[in-house]
C-alpha cells in the first residue's frame, strides 16, 4: 500500500474543482521544488557531484513529496495501487524530461549558479505542465 500523509481526517475525494486544485497544485510543487533545488544545487556544488547525479537525487526527493502531498491534499484521492502505478510511470517521463533538459542545458551554458537556476527552472516548468494534466486528466480519475 502506497505511504500516505495524514494531513487532515476529511473522507477523500476528487471532487475538488479546478481552481482549487491548481491553486494547491503550485503551492505543493513551490515547496517541493525548493527541496528539489536545494539539494540539486548542495549535491553539484558542495559535493562536486555530476549534472545529472545531482539534479536526479534531487528530483527523487522533490517528486516523492510532492506526490504525497498532492494526492491526500490537491486531488483528496483514495490511497490506490493502480493510481501509484500509474504516478510512478508519469514520475519516470518527467523524471527524463526533467533530468535530461537540465543536464543538456548545463552541459550547454557555462558553469555558474545563475544558469543552474535557468536551467532548474526550465526543466521544472517542462515536468511541472505535464505532471498537472496528467494528473488531473488521468492519475486521480483512477478508481
Known sequence: MPVELPLDDEEASTDVDL???????????????????????????????????????????????????NRRWTFRAEPSTARFIAVIVLYAVTFAVNVGLYAWLSSLWEDGLLYSAIAFVIAQGAATVINFVVQRAVIFRIR
Open 19 to 69: 481552481k482549487t486544485q491548481l491553486i494547491r497544485f503550485v503551492i505543493t510543487g513551490a515547496g517541493s521544488a525548493v527541496l528539489d533545488f536545494g539539494l540539486t544545487i548542495l549535491l553539484q556544488y558542495a559535493l562536486g557531484a555530476p549534472y545529472a547525479l545531482s539534479k536526479a537525487l534531487g528530483f527523487l526527493l522533490g517528486t516523492t513529496v510532492a506526490y504525497l502531498i
